[in-house]
């Protein structure tokens, strides 16, 4: 199946986990839905904006869109991102309001100083209780921003300031991991949340921490699907690279890894 056809589907409500990787949803997704099978599916692309861009061409007048993303506001504000590499330069934008009607912009009511400028799952589900009691009739869309960095259920220590970050001769020299490695054996504290949690558990680790998001995010979902009888589909953007290439880490553009572009599909029905 075409992700990217994704609107052709019958749901009612569509889940958006950002940067959720199939593999490691698998493994989660079991202690909340236990009777479910997930399948694999191929994401369109490796990074948000581009998704939106190519997932969503036409205008949805039955859609209400909660968005912890602020790729997807209410604003009418164009947001992208320009990117260059040796071989080219990409630029993708996506206006919120050229595809859905109705935008909630939860993305708004983060914390700066409890989650690092994190929008809670908490926060998706107080939005949508709010809009669906408004819009009985309209299909959802709810964009959590988990299990996306900065993660909410590991405590960090990081503020983000020049001193932190390795010098782009080291970062062209090294891949981002042995930097990570190098960085830890002369005692400087780390630049990213990525770093900071490979720094303190290790590559396995690391990856721990990502599951404990993805069951996070999950356990304010169920609340949900168990509340209401309808058709859902809860599915991903894109995945993530947890260390496993020497030269990438994270997501964006750049090579279409397994890790980035394996998203789950899990549907519900009523």
């Keep these: 199946m075409l992700q990217k056809e994704i609107m052709k589907k019958d749901w009612k409500i569509l889940i958006l986990l950002d940067a959720c990787r199939y593999d490691m949803f698998k493994i989660a997704y079991k202690e909340f839905y236990p009777d479910l099978e997930v399948k694999k599916v191929i994401s369109p692309s490796t990074y948000t904006c581009d998704w939106l861009v190519k997932t969503f061409p036409d205008f949805y007048d039955d859609v209400v869109y909660i968005s912890a993303n602020p790729y997807v506001n209410s604003t009418g504000a164009r947001v992208g991102h320009e990117f260059r590499s040796w071989t080219k330069k990409e630029f993708n934008s996506f206006c919120g309001l050229e595809h859905f009607p109705i935008i ?26 709010k809009y669906y009691l408004k819009y009985p009739k309209k299909r959802f869309i709810l964009h959590y921003m988990q299990p996306h960095r900065p993660y909410i259920t ?44 490979y720094s303190q558990h290790g590559h396995h680790g690391l990856k721990l921490v990502y599951i404990n998001e993805i069951k996070n995010v999950l356990s304010s979902v169920k609340h949900i699907t168990d509340a209401l009888n309808v058709n859902f589909v809860i599915t991903s953007d894109h995945g993530e690279r947890l260390g496993e290439h020497w030269w990438h ?14 998203v789950p599909w899990l549907e519900i029905s009523s």
Excluded: C, Q
């Design 104 to 129: 909630a912009d939860v993305w708004k009511n983060f914390d700066p100083n409890k989650y690092k400028g994190a929008v809670t799952p908490d926060k998706v589900n107080k939005a949508f209780h």
């Design 154 to 197: 590991t405590p960090t220590s990081i503020s983000f300031t020049k001193k932190n970050h390795t010098p782009n001769w080291a970062r062209d020299t090294f891949s981002m991991v042995m930097n990570w490695k190098i960085k830890k054996l002369l005692l400087k504290r780390p630049s990213s949340y990525e770093e900071e949690m």
């Design 249 to 262: 880490m994270s997501h964006g553009p750049g090579p279409r890894h397994k890790e980035v572009i394996e």
